[in-house]
């Protein structure tokens, strides 16, 4: 079964540093996604990226955030000076044309930030 | 902007007993996506409800969307360990945006 891909696992950062999250989504998919889930709590939408553009953002994704699709086949989430409060774990989704098979979600990123 | 609510938050049942969590909206929804998430993994498709009034099952668990496509619940009969962890009802906003719910919480005590 096609998987999202997601790298690496657990990341430590120091507070102000860069990071980037990566994902390969599933090959034929056309709708990417970003997500962030602070522990126990709800899933967030941070951005959707369809036809290589940002189609939404939440307001959660300020100027520190920025996603590519750099090589047609990787999706990547980049934070430019981290927080504290940016400590969560990150999915990324990918999604085909219709929806009637949901969103395929990777198994995430831990991000701690000290 | 659009909103789903989602009840209970957290659910304790005996191994055996049923389970339902609810999904709500304000707004006629299009659609509506049911997800797992298991302690520590990623959230996992279930199942997507479109018409008024369906009702699909997958084994022992039940889904269904309101006549008013405003609702929508998923009742699991003779609950088992394995269905622990956090059911999200999702619904699409513009541009396919995923609205989630907060989830309701399972634990079956064995």
């Known amino acids: 079964e096609p998987e999202v891909t997601q790298t690496p696992s657990h990341q430590v950062t120091q507070m102000g540093q860069e990071v980037i999250l990566r994902c390969v989504p599933i090959?034929?998919?056309?709708?990417f996604y970003w997500y962030r889930q602070i522990l126990g709590q709800k899933v967030e939408f941070l951005v959707s990226?369809?036809?290589?553009?940002?189609?939404?953002k939440s307001e959660i994704f300020d100027d520190q955030f920025s996603v590519e699709r750099p090589d047609g086949s990787n999706f990547t989430l980049k934070i430019r000076s981290t927080k504290l409060e940016d400590s969560a774990m990150y999915f990324c989704?990918?999604?085909?044309?219709?929806?009637?098979?949901?969103?395929?979600f990777g198994s995430g990123t831990r991000l701690t930030v000290v | 902007g659009q909103q789903v609510m989602q009840i209970p938050q957290y659910q304790h049942v005996q191994e055996g007993e049923d389970f339902t969590t609810y999904c709500n909206s304000s707004?006629?929804?299009?659609?509506i996506q049911w997800y797992k998430q298991r302690p520590g993994g990623h959230p996992v498709f279930l199942i997507q409800?479109?018409?008024s009034g369906e009702v699909k099952k997958q084994k022992r668990l039940t889904f269904q969307f309101g006549e008013a496509k405003k609702n929508s619940s998923l009742h699991i009969t003779a609950t088992q360990t394995t269905d622990v962890g956090t059911y999200f009802c999702?619904?699409?906003?513009?541009?396919?945006?995923?609205?989630w719910g907060l989830g309701t919480s399972l634990a079956v005590n064995p």
């Open positions: 999702v619904i699409s906003g513009n541009n396919r945006k995923l609205i």
């Open positions: 707004t006629t929804l299009s659609n």
């Open positions: 409800l479109v018409k």
């Open positions: 090959s034929n998919h056309l709708y």
């Open positions: 990226f369809y036809n290589n553009e940002i189609s939404e």
């Open positions: 989704a990918s999604g085909g044309q219709g929806t009637v098979y949901g969103y395929t």
